[in-house]
């Protein structure tokens, strides 16, 4: 099933945190092990939930209208399960309980941000850990009291990511990322890492769920759980200088600079009023930041909404293999990691290589060069994701369907370029008077793109479950991909509006 900022921003949360004295090396690999966890975790809850979900529709649905289908057991041949009225309750499940976690990681993203200025970094990562937690353990005991428990209580699931999702989680990453150096094409490499380790989770992920599930339905979520818990004290290793042990190095340091400093960090740390005036304080900063930039930060914004919206689709692939060509879901998650094959390889080889050439071969004028390499990047990226969409909703066979997931893997490399537009002159130029009460702009920044990013998602939850049930009804099982790739010409669209 495969989360931001709140007050000065989420990724004001990284960008204190990366400013301690660790070695950059050691900083970057701490972040990606941390990202491996619980990008994982949720892969391997995302697959299985819709068999468990399924079975138990299933079973619901033959109970009623054919017994005889019903084993001694209680199992039902899985081939049956993609009769239409199956598939559509499905979708319908599956797509509230998307929605359901965008919402609140989306309502809760300044508030939470709040919360994490005054009380630390780590304290909201690991209330991101607790709804996580919560989610698969709340489907094993679904799948397992299947007498005791009506399926509709599954939906419970996402409820609290009121405490935290993927906005405020991949904010932090990224934001630490950028931190780390001030140079472009090293930042970029960065980015193409972080995106690396989650297409191996996509890699692995779906493997991974698809082989364990076949030995029991549930042992994918276990799994996760015990990841969740390595990822508790992978985040006490990290340094969190919001929220510092008294009497250590840097609270001296704080001190020393506690006079000089006028931030929101000391001001959330210090204040006792409500949380509404800082939070209603912090919407206004970041809405006066994006009226003070450029004309190519709105665009590069709107263009972050309709990719976000776009890639909804990626959700209900698994459904959408299964249905259309009548597999399982274990053989289903095959497919899926053989594509993240392609991911994995061009945001760990392809890309990391072509920036580094890049670079050797344009020493002068790097910023504007690196700017205008993004923004051509992008645009291929973005064509590339047009023309696999739309393999994808005419492949009338799985074997022209592999191809087709293959051609729209390469253009995953998208967030590493438009990412690397953010620090780019064109976008942020470098201002000498800084907004108030904001200790550095570029927090604001990286906060706003997330936010935009999970209200793209938002919309598509939604959007593509209606649009996926359409066709289901109507046989069109294709039309989610057109609608994509319509979004992805859109963007481009968005992008040659930009100027570099």
């Not at 701490?30 to 138990?56: C, D, F, G, H, K």
């Not at 699931?157 to 950028?178: H, K, Q, R, T």
């Not at 969740?228 to 008294?246: F, K, M």
């Not at 976008?427 to 108030?436: E, F, I, L, N, R």
Request: hydrophobic share 45%.
């Amino acid at each position: 099933m495969t989360t931001t900022s709140r007050t000065t921003s989420c990724y004001q949360l990284g960008e204190s945190g990366a400013r301690r004295r660790t070695p950059k090396r050691l900083a970057i690999v701490a972040l990606l092990v941390l990202l491996l966890l619980v990008n994982l975790a949720t892969s391997l809850y995302q697959l299985p939930l819709n068999r468990v979900i399924e079975r138990r529709l299933c079973r619901e649905y033959y109970s009623t209208h054919d017994p005889s289908v019903i084993d001694d057991d209680g199992n039902i041949e899985e081939t049956l399960c993609k009769m239409n009225s199956i598939p559509k309750s499905l979708a319908w499940i599956v797509g509230i309980m998307e929605t359901l976690w965008i919402v609140g990681d989306f309502v809760m993203t300044i508030p939470l941000g709040f919360v994490a200025e005054k009380y630390g970094r780590r304290t909201v990562l690991w209330l991101n850990l607790v709804s996580r937690f919560f989610m698969l353990a709340w489907t094993i005991m679904v799948g397992y009291f299947e007498e005791s428990i009506p399926l509709k209580a599954i939906i419970a699931g996402p409820s609290l990511s009121i405490l935290g999702g993927d906005c405020v989680f991949n904010s932090i990453v990224y934001a630490l990322a950028a931190s780390l150096t001030e140079d472009n094409v090293v930042r970029a490499t960065y980015f193409s890492w972080a995106n690396a380790v989650t297409y191996v989770v996509t890699f692995v992920g779906p493997g991974l769920a698809g082989a364990t599930m076949t030995l029991n339905l549930l042992l994918p979520f276990w799994i996760g759980i015990c990841l969740l818990l390595l990822a508790i004290p992978t985040i006490s290793l990290l340094a969190d200088p919001t929220h510092v042990a008294p009497g250590s190095e840097e609270e001296e340091e704080r001190e020393q600079l506690r006079p000089l400093i006028s931030s929101p960090t000391l001001k959330a740390q210090s204040a006792n009023t409500s949380i509404l005036k800082p939070v209603v304080e912090r919407i206004r900063t970041l809405h006066s930041i994006v009226r003070s930039h450029p004309r190519n930060l709105s665009l590069l914004l709107f263009s972050f909404f309709l990719t976000s919206l776009a890639s909804s689709d990626t959700k209900l692939l698994a459904q959408y293999i299964s249905v259309r060509y009548n597999w399982d879901f274990s053989s289903a998650g095959y497919l899926l990691s053989a594509k993240a094959i392609v991911n994995f390889t061009l945001l760990t080889v392809v890309v990391p290589g072509v920036l580094k050439a890049k670079s050797s071969s344009s020493q002068s004028d790097s910023q504007s060069l690196s700017a205008r390499d993004n923004v051509r990047y992008a645009r291929i990226c973005l064509v590339i994701s047009v023309l696999g969409a739309l393999a994808i909703a005419s492949a009338v066979t799985v074997w022209l369907l592999f191809p087709s997931l293959l051609l729209y893997a390469l253009g995953s490399a998208l967030p590493v370029f438009t990412l690397g537009l953010l620090k780019s002159p064109s976008v942020s130029p470098k201002y000498t008077d800084q907004t108030a009460n904001s200790a550095d702009p570029e927090a604001h920044i990286f906060s706003i793109v997330m936010m935009v990013k999970t209200l793209g998602s938002l919309v598509g939850a939604p959007l593509m479950t209606t649009l996926w049930v359409q066709g289901i009804v109507t046989g069109a099982l294709g039309v989610p991909y057109v609608v994509s790739a319509t979004l992805y010409g859109t963007a481009i669209a968005v992008f040659a509006g930009m100027r570099v």
